[in-house]
């Protein structure tokens, strides 16, 4: 009896022992899995993108006397939430959207030096010298730029270290092919998993009322329902044959986004601005920021930063593609525009699919970082941020004020996202919205008939508001405005 009780236990332990050594197998290889999703996702749904709500304006401030005018005269003036008051117009558009007062306008104002010079010293300054011994200083590291007619001095870094549209630069005369938008190509990133889901509500809106834009959309399916819709729009509907759908291949799709710019027949495209399928794009501002530049001579690369200014992302340890530890800026993946001059020279890097993709592996970073990647750090040019690009990764029904809409260049939606508390529909707030977030969530056609009231759908819309709801629909989500 006592032989047969422990010759048992040493079989016992065996079966014990195969068992446990299967389920420790099983556990460590969904934990790799679990912890390889975890990384993608970071990678890929824009995790990686610092939109702090404490990223308050940072304005660099330049003594007048242009002797100090060193870089231990520029301080940072950062501004906290409290004490705070908000202010109208322009001001407002700064980082993140944040509320600043009447003290970051003058801190601003007070960035430029404005000595006096005069149109025949022009040549003298472009030569960084001046005629008056008492002001004279090295401008190397200056730039001048015109102003209302008015020759200002500004510090280069400071140019790159304000948002576009407080740089203080003049926009260029547009001819009336430029000004409807001919010039520009939108292209849509899109799969055929969100053909339905995402892409009707840009047909309706925005999309119906590009202009002379080029408008390509690149997917990676067929849908004769979504192609007769692009046919009837004039959009260019692309299926990206070698991309996959997925996070994983949006390198593949970013660099056939690339290619298409390259043919011959759209060599007259200056500028390709590339767009998500959940962004809604104002044409208007957006041609307005562009005139700033010279596509065909200038290297330009717009967007909004994914990271604080003061805090550049880094070429990642052991990437093959810039030096490691090189710091950068990359703007978010949601929308950003290229001139031709930077297509030039981004082609021997992420000319094609094939290329872009072995770009982001030599990188190890998703496709819009792998681009701000290339740019800053091995081109080593500058993205010009825009703070009127507003991605999902915000908390747009409080990051967007309503009474600026109209200025915006781009703004997007997300739903179900528990990064912002019990935020369920993160939507824009439109002043007069004649939808209830119920029935437009994206709040896409809402902001269409803010900007194109004339719109017969909007007119039929806005008599049957006025009819059943007393002229407007009742909205909670705007009240913090």
Known sequence: HLWRTWGLIPFIMARISYRLAVALVLLIFCAAVLIQYAFLMRLHTGSIIEHRRDNWLKVPVITANPTEATSSSITSRGLSSRAQTPISGF?????????????????????????????????????????DSTTRMDLKNFEVVWVNNEPKIVRKDLLANVALEKSGLTPRPLSSFEAAGGNIMFTIRTTHTYHHKRLPVLFQTWLSSVGHSKVVLVTDGSDSIIENRTQELGIEYVIAEACKSGHSQL?????????????????????????????????????????YFHPRTEPVYIGRAGTAWDAP???????????????????????????????????????????FTDS??????????????????????????????????????????????????????????????????NAICVPGS????????????????????????????????????GGRIRSDRCTGW
């Not at 003290?103 to 300054?125: C, G, L, M, N």
């Not at 007259?268 to 959940?278: E, F, Q, R, S």
């Not at 004649?434 to 269409?448: G, N, P, R």
Request: charged letters at 25%.
């Open 91 to 131: 001001v407002r558009l700064v980082e993140d959207n944040a509320r600043t007062t009447d003290t970051a306008a003058e801190s601003h104002k007070a960035a430029t030096i404005e000595p006096q010079v005069s149109y025949s010293e022009k040549e003298a300054v472009k030569e960084g010298t001046t005629r």
């Open 251 to 291: 390198c593949c799709k970013a660099g056939e986004e690339l290619r298409i710019a390259f043919r011959e027949e759209k060599h007259h495209i200056d500028w390709l601005c590339h767009v998500d399928d959940d962004m809604y794009i104002l044409q208007r501002p957006l041609v307005s920021l562009l005139a």
């Open 313 to 355: 992302y880094k070429v990642r340890r052991g990437a093959s593609l810039g030096t490691p530890g090189t710091s950068f800026h990359f703007a978010v993946g949601g929308m950003y525009c290229l001139s031709r001059a930077m297509l030039t020279r981004l082609q021997p890097y992420l000319g094609n699919g094939e290329v």
């Open 360 to 425: 982001c592996l030599k990188a190890l970073e998703p496709e819009d970082v792998t681009l701000g990647l290339v740019i800053g750090a091995v081109l080593n040019l500058t993205l010009r941020r825009t703070n009127l690009i507003h991605t999902h990764g915000l908390h747009l029904s409080t990051q967007v004020d309503p009474q600026t809409l109209e200025r915006q260049v781009a703004v997007s939606y997300g739903f179900g996202s528990t990064q912002w508390g019990n935020v369920q529909y």
């Open 434 to 469: 004649l939808y209830a977030v119920i029935e437009d969530e994206t709040q896409f056609k809402s902001l269409h008939c803010l900007l194109y009231p004339e719109t017969d759908w909007c007119v039929k819309r806005k008599a049957w508001v006025e009819a059943h709801m």
